[in-house]
């Protein structure tokens, strides 16, 4: 006698292994922000990282545009649930922006124009994980994307990809960014629904 009847399949898997768990899709991009959209000048616009020792490297946005540019095409995925899939990009590698600097850090704190910080572990930016963005869907990133550039990880939720970036702070100990100070989870892996502390 059989134990599983003829036909069956199991339990039936998600229309798209893409979509992590309590999210939906959308084909919109939504704007979500924690205050008022930043206008910077292209030409005041400024890239840095600084060490743990204070060492630091800085980018004009000629400079930046002067460097080998990547087309990344990611998934997106958002703390409020909404994924966008298949989103294209362009902008550089921050492996190229951190390859000549030394540090011991294990952290970054991530600071954007208006304010905005978020912190997360050195090596998520590393390895062909994260970009500086400058481009969206083949055009120029506005600034409600997060324009002139914005910090890009896609293997976080999205409120870890700073909007108007301007520099990274390399750290020996985790210091929490703006969201995290208010309860939102300091990692954020959309696979593992970390939305707030204690998920």
Not at 94 to 112: K, R
């Amino acid at each position: 006698m059989a134990i599983v009847s003829r036909g069956f399949q199991g339990r039936r898997r998600s229309s798209d292994h893409r979509l992590p768990p309590g999210q939906y899709e959308t084909r919109d991009f939504p704007v979500l922000s924690a205050g008022p959209t930043p206008r910077v000048d292209r030409d005041a616009w400024q890239f840095s990282v600084v060490t743990e020792a204070g060492e630091r490297r800085s980018w004009s946005w000629r400079e930046l545009m002067a460097l080998p540019a990547e087309r990344p095409v990611v998934d997106l995925h958002c703390v409020t649930k909404w994924s966008k899939f298949g989103t294209a990009w362009q902008g550089v590698s921050l492996d190229l922006l951190l390859a000549d600097v030394e540090t011991e850090a294990e952290y970054a704190l991530v600071h954007s124009y208006g304010g905005y910080t978020t912190n997360l572990p050195l090596k998520d930016l590393l390895d062909g994980q994260a970009w500086i963005a400058y481009g969206y869907d083949g055009r120029d990133l506005t600034p409600e994307h997060g324009g002139p550039a914005r910090l890009l990880v896609p293997h976080l939720y999205l409120w870890k990809s700073a909007k108007w970036v301007r520099g990274i702070e390399l750290l020996v100990k985790d210091e929490p960014g703006f969201w995290e100070s208010a309860g939102y989870h300091d990692y954020g892996d959309p696979w593992r629904e970390q939305r707030y502390q204690g998920d």
